[in-house]
């Protein structure tokens, strides 16, 4: 890990004493500690204390789907910090309660001295690039290739590499204890020195792809493993993606994380329905971890359907226009293109078009309350910036439920109880209030 420099030592020095005696960081020192951990909180500087929760970073961080799931859902606290490049989706997470560094992701350093005491990363890269919805740049072969070389330079550049691998018999194998409680690993000891190259330098090796998101997965690979090379306590890892994101390149991550001696890693594709979301969302999640426990494994069963009528208080029988007037095909007698789908089932997956959607029988259209609460918010999650932007960051979001799903085996708790009872209170209260009961509500 970078040393701190002795102004910042003697800062940090100072504010631990003032927290250890339950006093804030004094007025001359916050300024030191400031200037040297941005973009991120001062206080990062500063070794938790016992009981502090532990402190995770949240990259493509969105509106606040991870940190619902975490918060809202499991009830768990969690230092956390998410960085996002939309100033609409870090303003709606901040007036939800959440911190936000609005910034691009590749601009900052992994290896950031304020970065030094973190336990987690949670990373959810855009997926236009993968997705049916975009172009599926993200599936052509090349573009697989460029970005499957890159992935495979991270163990190199972090100091990784087994020593065998260069084919030195002098150097002992790596003895460390997958059951470190401390979670180090063994950096130096049967692995070859790193090669130099900058975190800049890796993220060119991807330059060549069609289309610059498609190298955003590669911050997969680059956070989890340059803090662990910094000397940082990192866990675990959490990845989202599009269900359509290719076998070879989870293989790669996979690889680079075995190799970095991360003792368990395991990726699933999971649909939001199957787990009480009144919408469609089939994503791949991913979870990494340097010791392995069997609470990883934990599974959630799935869980009762949720209708899309159901969830919005609709009476049954409703069907949704997706794109207007359509042709009519003189055979079936319906609107070609299928731009119909019944609100008696969950809907079909949000996009940011999903602005456009209409209830058949009045011309309804869905609010950006309700547009979250398909996605698993509630109703009053505080939504900001245009109804475009509300509906794309809605589109865009990890569910809080999936969320909560997928970390219930890192953070522990009872998961399926708190997603079932979380599940009860967003979608059940509509039996015993009128929507003018919200605000109180909640």
Same mark, same amino acid.
């Given at each position: 890990?970078?040393?701190?420099?002795?102004?910042?030592?003697?800062?940090?020095?100072?504010?631990?004493?003032?927290?250890?005696?339950?006093?804030?960081?004094?007025?001359?020192?916050?300024?030191?500690?400031?200037?040297?951990?941005?973009?991120?909180?001062?206080?990062?500087?500063?070794?938790?204390?016992?009981?502090?929760?532990?402190?995770?970073?949240?990259?493509?961080?969105?509106?606040?789907?991870?940190?619902?799931?975490?918060?809202?859902?499991?009830?768990?606290?969690?230092?956390?910090?998410?960085?996002?490049?939309?100033?609409?989706?870090?303003?709606?997470?901040?007036?939800?309660?959440?911190?936000?560094?609005?910034?691009?992701?590749?601009?900052?350093?992994?290896?950031?001295?304020?970065?030094?005491?973190?336990?987690?990363?949670?990373?959810?890269?855009?997926?236009?690039?993968?997705?049916?919805?975009?172009?599926?740049?993200?599936?052509?072969?090349?573009?697989?290739?460029?970005?499957?070389?890159?992935?495979?330079?991270?163990?190199?550049?972090? #100091? +990784?590499? /087994?020593?065998?691998?260069?084919?030195? !018999? %002098? @150097?002992? =194998?790596?003895?460390?204890?997958?059951? *470190? &409680?401390?979670?180090?690993?063994?950096?130096?000891? #049967? +692995?070859? /020195?790193?090669?130099?190259?900058?975190? !800049? %330098? @890796?993220? =060119?090796?991807?330059?060549?792809?069609? *289309? &610059?998101?498609?190298?955003?997965?590669?911050?997969?690979?680059?956070? /989890?493993?340059?803090?662990?090379?910094?000397?940082?306590?990192?866990?675990?890892?959490?990845?989202?993606?599009?269900?359509?994101?290719?076998?070879?390149?989870?293989?790669?991550?996979?690889?680079?994380?075995?190799?970095?001696?991360?003792?368990?890693?395991?990726?699933?594709?999971?649909?939001?329905?199957?787990?009480?979301?009144?919408?469609?969302?089939?994503?791949?999640?991913?979870?990494?971890?340097?010791?392995?426990?069997?609470?990883?494994?934990?599974?959630?069963?799935?869980?009762?359907?949720?209708?899309?009528?159901?969830?919005?208080?609709?009476?049954?029988?409703?069907?949704?226009?997706?794109?207007?007037?359509?042709?009519?095909?003189?055979?079936?007698?319906?609107?070609?293109?299928?731009?119909?789908?019944?609100?008696?089932?969950?809907?079909?997956?949000?996009?940011?078009?999903?602005?456009?959607?209409?209830?058949?029988?009045?011309?309804?259209?869905?609010?950006?309350?309700?547009?979250?609460?398909?996605?698993?918010?509630?109703?009053?999650?505080?939504?900001?910036?245009?109804?475009?932007?509300?509906?794309?960051?809605?589109?865009?979001?990890?569910?809080?439920?999936?969320?909560?799903?997928?970390?219930?085996?890192?953070?522990?708790?009872?998961?399926?109880?708190?997603?079932?009872?979380?599940?009860?209170?967003?979608?059940?209260?509509?039996?015993?209030?009128?929507?003018?009961?919200?605000?109180?509500?909640?």
């Amino acid at each position: 890990m970078r040393t701190l420099p002795a102004k910042v030592q003697t800062a940090v020095h100072v504010a631990t004493l003032a927290r250890k005696a339950g006093l804030p960081i004094p007025a001359k020192v916050l300024p030191v500690l400031e200037e040297a951990a941005a973009p991120w909180p001062a206080e990062w500087l500063l070794a938790p204390l016992p009981g502090d929760p532990i402190r995770v970073v949240e990259l493509f961080a969105g509106p606040g789907g991870w940190s619902e799931g975490i918060a809202a859902v499991l009830g768990m606290a969690v230092d956390s910090v998410g960085v996002d490049i939309s100033p609409d989706a870090c303003a709606t997470a901040r007036k939800a309660g959440h911190r936000r560094i609005c910034a691009d992701i590749t601009t900052l350093d992994p290896e950031h001295i304020a970065l030094r005491h973190t336990a987690a990363v949670i990373i959810s890269p855009p997926c236009p690039a993968f997705s049916p919805a975009g172009k599926l740049s993200g599936l052509e072969q090349g573009n697989i290739e460029i970005l499957g070389h890159a992935i495979a330079y991270v163990g190199e550049a972090a #100091g +990784f590499i /087994p020593m065998e691998w260069h084919h030195n !018999d %002098e @150097v002992d =194998e790596c003895e460390c204890d997958p059951d *470190d &409680p401390d979670g180090k690993g063994c950096h130096g000891d #049967g +692995f070859a /020195p790193r090669s130099g190259a900058t975190w !800049d %330098e @890796v993220r =060119e090796l991807a330059a060549g792809v069609t *289309d &610059p998101r498609i190298a955003l997965m590669l911050e997969v690979a680059i956070w /989890p493993i340059a803090l662990q090379a910094a000397g940082a306590p990192i866990r675990w890892m959490a990845m989202e993606q599009s269900s359509n994101l290719p076998e070879e390149i989870i293989s790669d991550l996979t690889i680079e994380f075995e190799c970095a001696e991360w003792f368990y890693t395991s990726h699933e594709i999971m649909e939001a329905a199957d787990y009480g979301l009144p919408s469609r969302r089939k994503r791949v999640y991913m979870i990494a971890s340097r010791r392995y426990s069997p609470t990883i494994t934990r599974q959630i069963r799935p869980l009762p359907a949720t209708t899309m009528a159901q969830a919005l208080g609709w009476k049954p029988g409703e069907r949704v226009n997706t794109r207007g007037n359509r042709p009519v095909d003189p055979k079936s007698g319906r609107a070609k293109g299928g731009n119909t789908f019944s609100a008696d089932g969950p809907s079909w997956c949000l996009t940011g078009k999903s602005r456009t959607w209409k209830r058949e029988s009045d011309g309804y259209r869905l609010t950006q309350a309700e547009a979250g609460l398909l996605v698993g918010f509630r109703r009053s999650y505080p939504w900001q910036g245009s109804r475009s932007s509300a509906f794309q960051q809605a589109a865009d979001v990890v569910s809080p439920i999936m969320a909560a799903i997928v970390l219930s085996g890192v953070l522990g708790g009872l998961g399926e109880a708190l997603v079932r009872d979380y599940l009860a209170q967003l979608y059940d209260m509509d039996d015993m209030l009128t929507p003018d009961d919200y605000e109180l509500a909640t």
